[in-house]
């Protein structure tokens, strides 16, 4: 099971990133898609329009670990509103509740190796301190974490059914590890982490752990303590001149390697292989993209790969003795996510997610000649030929640097009913719009708002190059970005060009309200928890991420010494500037962005007369995780754009 924690983590990133706030092959230029939209039929195409409560009515599934036997699988659901854990047989027809949390959303880790308990995590109305619970097969369930200010994860199963959490509890700053014993529940601090490391996998025999240490946001290392040793001590196992960036990504299921990424010779990340006798390094795997997760199945029959291909994963099953891709039956369009063997690799559980459909789970017992489709997560009532599919397009930003972007076109625009426009842009800074079902942006566009969900420079996936085209930028060349992707959309004969706006959440928040203070392109902004004052921001960084404070420095800047720079760009200095309507949408317990920050955002607009909007969830923290505020976030959105563009 170890093998599959990297796709549940994996997966548990993926689904966050599509709640909170997600966009997101078939690349066009900027003039195809321009011929594209000319030659459409110039009728209107008459679509239902659905409501906010229809789209968030879709259900979100996210696990699909399969249990010792091959029985049932781990399942989390939103039907309830929030998140909850079902035990779900192998074809559908019996889904038992095994939590009923109606505050805090409920996230599988994993089944126990040999019986029914299971591991799960969650944290207390949205804060981020994370515990690791277990429930036992009689419903009992157990804090394995406990403590008021604490986070911890897990970190790992061995091979004699223990298993390894990583905690804060010492050092709020560091994480330690800690072996947890699986029948009484007793623990042994294993590595006691004082020096900023970063702790990623843990061998399945359980003598080596795999680390990482941050230099800057462009150079990191991995490091080996053999736990077997009488003082284990990091061993630096990726020595190196210049900046390289490194990842983990596991251990192979004989304990005798460690598999990494890492972009030494190429703009993208490639695959490694680290022989934990010889310490030799080997070549692994290569890919025209970022490798973004390599593991196993437990009897080590076969071997999952996954590849960031412009915005879209793209996954390859190797059978490992024939050296061949696994062939799937035939199945709907869309990407793979979250793909988990049974132990004996019998049955195979995956789901399939595209831009306008959610993630659906599926079953596939190997060498049959269909998989068993087991939920339907769009609601009946959304037809999905009403929904829109993204296009990869590409446009020239102010000093011909080329960003990529997806578009989403309303089924009703063409150049006889020109619609107004969205600019979407991601959080991070580092992070990407990608492909896949987003209902927020579904239900924006089936309203008849074109998005252009824009990877502006400093988003992952594009090169390292690009990657790092931000750095200390931040507010300045990506702001272009977004003012040329305006540009972009304007020269679409169908969009309607004196009516864009601007929207994003967390770091594309900031960017929202950095458009509306430091330019006069955008008609309205929508910022959801963004970032306002960088100085306050950087100076106040959860303490759990002390480990990267030097990267974000170097990202974005230290506040002691660019604090004339970061003031400059930080839009609550300049409400003044802001003349155009603006909604701010927060959440309350949020420990990235404070609510001050928008409290004083909102402030400083309303001081200047300008029309302002505030949406405050006293129950969430950085996202939304509860369906009902997410349809009332929703129909915010929906409420302001109707007014004022």
């Not at 995956?350 to 993630?359: E, G, K």
């Not at 309303?410 to 580092?430: D, R």
Request: net charge negative.
């Amino acid at each position: 099971m170890l093998t599959r924690l990297t796709s549940i983590l994996s997966a548990l990133t993926v689904l966050l990133t599509s709640i909170l706030l997600v966009a997101c092959n078939n690349t066009a230029t900027p003039a195809a898609s321009s011929e594209q939209s000319s030659a459409s039929a110039s009728t209107p195409v008459n679509v239902p329009q659905y409501s906010a409560e229809q789209f968030f009515a879709t259900k979100t599934y996210f696990g699909n670990d399969i249990n010792h036997d091959a029985s049932a699988m781990l399942v989390a659901s939103d039907e309830s509103g929030v998140f909850n854990l079902y035990r779900v047989s192998m074809d559908g027809s019996n889904w038992q509740p095994l939590t009923q949390s109606t505050t805090d959303p409920a996230f599988p880790v994993s089944w126990f190796p040999n019986d029914d308990r299971l591991l799960y995590t969650a944290d207390q109305g949205g804060n981020e301190l994370n515990h690791v619970y277990l429930r036992e097969v009689d419903g009992t369930v157990r804090d394995l974490t406990p403590g008021d200010k604490l986070k911890a994860y897990f970190a790992g199963w061995h091979n004699d059914g223990s298993f390894y959490i990583a905690s804060n509890e010492r050092d709020p700053r560091f994480f330690d590890l800690y072996h947890y014993h699986s029948e009484d529940y007793s623990r042994q601090l294993v590595f006691s982490n004082n020096d900023g490391y970063g702790i990623s996998a843990v061998s399945k025999d359980g003598r080596y752990l795999a680390l990482s240490k941050e230099r800057n946001n462009a150079d990191n290392n991995l490091f080996l303590v053999d736990l077997a040793s009488d003082k284990p001590s990091p061993l630096l196992i990726t020595e190196h001149q210049g900046n390289i960036s490194h990842q983990i990504y596991g251990f192979t299921p004989d304990s005798q390697s460690l598999l990494f990424g890492a972009n030494a010779d190429s703009e993208f990340v490639a695959a490694y292989s680290y022989n934990l006798q010889s310490g030799t390094t080997s070549p692994y795997s290569k890919a025209d993209w970022d490798i973004s997760f390599i593991y196993f199945s437990e009897d080590k029959k076969y071997r999952v790969q996954g590849v960031n291909a412009d915005a879209s994963t793209v996954i390859s099953i190797t059978d490992l003795q024939s050296g061949r891709a696994l062939q799937l039956p035939e199945l709907p369009a869309g990407d793979l996510r979250n793909v988990s063997f049974s132990d004996d690799s019998k049955y195979l559980s995956f789901y399939l997610n595209a831009d306008n459909s959610p993630s659906n789970l599926y079953v596939w017992q190997l060498g049959s000649p269909q998989a068993q489709r087991l939920t339907q997560a769009l609601d009946s009532s959304i037809d999905e030929q009403h929904l829109v599919q993204s296009e990869v397009v590409r446009f020239n930003s102010f000093d011909d640097v080329t960003i990529p972007a997806l578009l989403y076109k309303p089924h009703q625009a063409n150049p006889n009913a020109k619609v107004p426009a969205l600019i979407w842009i991601h959080g991070g800074p580092g992070g990407q719009s990608r492909t896949g079902y987003s209902p927020m942006i579904q239900h924006l566009v089936n309203h008849g708002y074109a998005v252009l969900s824009v990877n502006n420079r400093g988003s992952s996936g594009y090169g390292k190059t690009f990657y790092h085209l931000d750095d200390l930028r931040h507010g300045e060349d990506d702001l272009q970005d977004i003012v040329y992707g305006k540009k972009y959309l304007q020269t679409l004969d169908w969009v309607a060009s004196e009516r864009i706006g601007v929207i994003g959440g967390s770091y594309g928040g900031y960017l929202t309200m950095a458009a509306m203070a430091f330019t006069d392109e955008f008609e309205v902004g929508i910022n959801i928890f963004g970032v306002t004052n960088w100085v306050r921001t950087l100076e106040s960084i959860p303490p759990w991420w002390e480990a990267f404070r030097e990267a974000l420095y170097a990202e974005l800047g230290d506040p002691a010494v660019d604090g004339e720079r970061l003031r400059r760009i930080s839009p609550v200095f300049h409400g003044d500037k802001v003349k155009k309507p603006v909604l701010v949408v927060q959440g309350a317990n949020d420990p990235r962005v404070l609510q001050v920050e928008s409290d004083e955002m909102v402030d400083a607009i309303r001081a200047n007369g300008v029309p302002v909007e505030y949406v405050l969830f006293d129950d969430e923290g950085h996202g939304f995780l509860k369906k009902s505020n997410r349809i009332s976030a929703q129909q915010a959105y929906l409420k302001f754009l109707k007014q004022y563009l």
